[in-house]
């Protein structure tokens, strides 16, 4: 079938903070429709200073460190910006554990491209390219101590310390400013062991005890950005979670002051952060509030309707997921599904902690199979429910997103297996339905791949494996995802479509610029675009002037994949606008 393409607006994952803690501050989520989305809260002081970054919840089981992280959010800047990714690895959160495939504060020594880990990653460095230091937020267990007393306190143990890589890179001083503020945040903290300590890993040493360090997020902002990096660990043996925060949120803003940056921090109580997972949030499933032991009834084969009434304090902004017993770990806020097999219930989580958990009775029966018998993939390709049959190809670009679902009409436990992809990496059984695929050969096992009849695309087997059923399959064919034009919209409002060429140059007369669209051959939401160090926002302008280029990259929205740059020049005139085309669908 011949692939017809059709000019689809650029929507890029953004929103815009409901209530700003200034007219200067900003939000923006990457990978904002999948399972892993990353918030990133940008905070402008009126004086000039210096970008500070101030990460937390890269490990999922330290909630001092992303409950900390957001609530600095909240704070007020007087000099200088701050950039806040409150919660950098949300799955992992979700379920309150450490990692999910692999841990993500040992994935910064090279680009690794194999787990949504290393997308985030990929984003994470983008953005301390931007930044002149950077402060990691965390909560280890025990007491560090550099020598060893006990079992909670020895040098293996990382609470209630300030961690960094050296004392002194290049002219970077870490140890003066370190230690300058633990004289300060010391004086009002009576116990000793409460108190915190300065804490060399020496990274760079040969002999050092932390090798592991050399893939940390913190030796990458040192040692490749260049930019004063440390880690503020607090203890998870202290059981008082309100007063980690504070301790933890103080350290952050006297290193934010002798870094350049002056910052008023929120007001909050105890009571707030000791309650806020759990207060204001309510979702409904299917028109029905989840709460308390209650139950839900369901047919099979409907699917389910997921709205969130409150998500809870906007100050704390926990991140909620809906998990089905049979699928733990697929967060059905963020993924479609299709009830073809049954669960027996649905469980609400607020920054991993349990909110509700609702009971699911099965009324009816399943719609029958089709009526040739031959099997039928249920499938969602981009949100969108897709039916495969046996044989058939499902045409895809790379960076889409795909969900199997199951075998319609079936009354089996299917195995479905999508042969070159791993869905479980620690127990790799086979069975890849319900989990959110993005569809990219360079993290498939490339020993799969089979002779596509397409030049260009990859094409992968997808194999019901279902204990005694009828053997089944169809293909998918993975394709490059190319960009052909760009529209942008000019202060006139007049629209200008523009050829891409990645690497290449354009012309355009002196003025403000909004991206409206992108010509591609996939849909236009799978795309995002930054201009020079920014994201580029739906509806914010970019500017062209004399001597002075703008750079725009446009990349994958589900993999942050670079998908090449264009350089905008002033002078010149632009072209016009000609009438756009279509493009037709995946199935063949």
């Not at 960076?399 to 199997?404: A, H, P, S």
């Not at 891409?500 to 909004?514: A, D, F, K, Q």
């Not at 929205?557 to 350089?567: C, E, I, K, V």
């Not at 072209?575 to 085309?581: C, M, Q, R, S």
């Amino acid at each position: 079938m011949k692939r017809v393409f059709f000019l689809m607006a650029l929507t890029l994952a953004v929103f815009l903070a409901a209530s700003p803690a200034s007219a200067e501050s900003w939000v923006h989520s990457f990978f904002a429709d999948t399972q892993y989305p990353l918030k990133v809260v940008y905070l402008e002081g009126p004086l000039p200073g210096p970008t500070i970054m101030v990460q937390g919840g890269i490990q999922g089981d330290e909630s001092a460190g992303f409950i900390t992280a957001q609530l600095l959010t909240q704070a007020k800047v007087t000099r200088g910006n701050l950039l806040i990714l409150p919660r950098a690895n949300v799955p992992s959160i979700n379920l309150h554990k450490r990692q999910i495939n692999v841990d993500m504060n040992r994935r910064f020594d090279r680009d690794y491209n194999r787990f949504y880990e290393d997308r985030v990653a990929r984003v994470i460095r983008y953005l301390l390219a931007q930044s002149n230091a950077f402060i990691h937020l965390h909560e280890g267990s025990g007491f560090y101590h550099p020598t060893y007393i006990d079992n909670l306190r020895n040098p293996m143990r990382y609470g209630q310390s300030i961690i960094v890589d050296t004392l002194v890179y290049d002219k970077i001083d870490l140890a003066h400013t370190v230690n300058s503020v633990l004289d300060e945040l010391n004086r009002s903290i009576g116990a000793s062991d409460y108190q915190f300590k300065l804490f060399n890993t020496r990274t760079f040493d040969k002999a050092t005890d932390y090798p592991e360090m050399r893939k940390s997020l913190t030796c990458y902002a040192l040692a490749e950005v260049g930019i004063p990096a440390m880690a503020v660990e607090v203890s998870k043996d202290i059981r008082q979670i309100d007063w980690k925060v504070r301790q933890q949120l103080a350290a952050t803003v006297m290193l934010l002051n002798r870094l350049g940056v002056s910052v008023t921090p929120p007001d909050f109580t105890d009571a707030d952060v000791r309650a806020y997972a759990r207060k204001d949030v309510r979702v409904r499933v299917n028109g029905r509030l989840m709460e308390g032991n209650s139950a839900i009834s369901l047919t099979p084969g409907a699917t389910l309707s997921v709205e969130k009434e409150s998500s809870g304090p906007q100050a704390f902004s926990p991140e909620l997921a809906l998990f089905a017993s049979d699928r733990p770990g697929v967060n059905l806020i963020k993924a479609r599904r299709m009830a073809l097999e049954p669960f027996t219930e649905l469980e609400l989580r607020s920054d991993g902690k349990q909110v509700a958990k609702t009971r699911v009775r099965w009324t009816g029966k399943m719609p029958a199979g089709s009526a040739d018998d031959k099997p039928v993939f249920v499938c969602w390709l981009n949100g969108n429910p897709t039916f495969v049959r046996d044989g058939q190809v499902l045409r895809t670009v790379v960076g889409d997103q795909l969900i199997m679902e199951g075998i319609w009409g079936s009354d089996r436990q299917e195995v479905v297996n999508l042969k070159g992809f791993v869905a479980i990496p620690w127990a790799n059984n086979g069975q890849d339905l319900g989990w959110e695929i993005i569809l990219d050969p360079g993290n498939f096992l490339e020993r799969y791949a089979v002779a596509s009849d397409r030049t260009g695309a990859v094409r992968y087997r997808v194999v019901r494996e279902t204990p005694g059923a009828e053997t089944a399959e169809f293909y998918v064919d993975i394709e490059p995802r190319r960009v052909h034009a760009l529209r942008l919209a000019c202060n006139s409002g007049q629209s200008l479509l523009i050829p891409w060429t990645s690497g290449g140059s354009y012309r355009l007369p002196v003025g403000e610029y909004v991206l409206e669209a992108a010509w591609s051959n996939g849909p236009g939401d799978k795309l995002v675009a930054t201009a020079g160090n920014s994201p580029l926002e739906v509806g914010k302008p970019f500017k062209v002037e004399y001597g002075e280029p703008v750079r725009l990259t446009v990349r994958q929205a589900t993999t942050f994949g670079d998908l090449g740059t264009m350089t905008f020049l002033a002078g010149g005139l632009a072209l016009g606008d000609p009438a756009p085309g279509s493009r037709t669908t995946h199935l063949e």
